[in-house]
């Protein structure tokens, strides 16, 4: 799905369950069962289609910027000028983070074709969920009904 998807209910668990031990397991199980519901994302047609890399990219920084932006309208966080990295430890922040984790370990094999080998089977146990489809209204419809659930019930 698409990081706003993914940053949204990563915050959305974090928030509601608090404890990192049990959030960031629930979190990392939400990112699979996400991408197991036929959706279409900023990499779409990346594999097995006519996206290139750069067009790909461009449009997963987009993705990126407006899921901050949307986790933190959902998810206020209070950001103190004197020690802003203090905002990391608030759990809207830490669970987007998580929320994400399994797309920005794919990130150097999409983009700069490097794949550590420690990170292989972690991307095929990935990519064995992840289940996009190109037409994009229907690809996004899953993904309007998730932001929905999360306004409602934040
Ligand atoms: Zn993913």
Known sequence: MLSISHAATGAFIAVKIGNP????????ASHYVEDAVPHWDAGTG?????????????????????AGIIVLILFPVHI????????????????????????????????????????RPINKFHGRFHH???????GLAPQVLLLSLIWAFR
């Open 21 to 28: 031990l049990l959030a960031v397991p629930l979190i990392l």
């Open 46 to 66: 990346l594999s097995k289609g006519k996206k290139t890399p750069k067009a790909a990219f461009r449009d997963e920084i987009i993705d990126i910027i407006v």
């Open 80 to 119: 103190s000028l004197t020690s802003p990295l203090t905002a990391l430890l608030a759990a809207p922040v830490w669970g987007a983070f998580f929320g994400l984790l399994p797309d920005f370990l794919e990130a150097p094999r999409n983009f700069l074709k490097y794949e550590p080998r420690w990170l």
């Open 132 to 138: 996009s489809i190109p037409n994009v209204w229907a």
